[in-house]
C-alpha cells in the first residue's frame, strides 16, 4: 500500500473478493511508461505476483445521466 501511494501514476486500487487479488487503475502518456511501471512492479514483488492481466483503454468518456 505505500508503494502504491507514492506512485502518481497509479490513481485507483481495489483489493477484490473473487478474481484477481489486487485491480490497479494505471494511466501513463505511453506505452513505454506503462512497460516501465509493469517491470518496477514485478521486480519489487516478484515473491507475490504470480500472473497479471492487462486491459487497456485508449479512451475513456465521461458520462452525465440527467434526468428527464
Known amino acids: 500500500n505505500d508503494y502504491i501511494i507514492t506512485q502518481p501514476n497509479i490513481i485507483y486500487r481495489d483489493v477484490t473478493i473473487s478474481g484477481a487479488d489486487v485491480e490497479l487503475d494505471i494511466q501513463v502518456y505511453s506505452v513505454s511508461d506503462f512497460r516501465n511501471i509493469i517491470k518496477e512492479i514485478k ?19 465521461k458520462h452525465s445521466f440527467l434526468p428527464l
Open 43 to 61: 521486480n519489487k514483488f516478484s515473491g507475490i505476483i504470480k500472473d497479471y492481466e492487462v486491459l487497456e483503454y485508449v479512451e475513456e468518456y
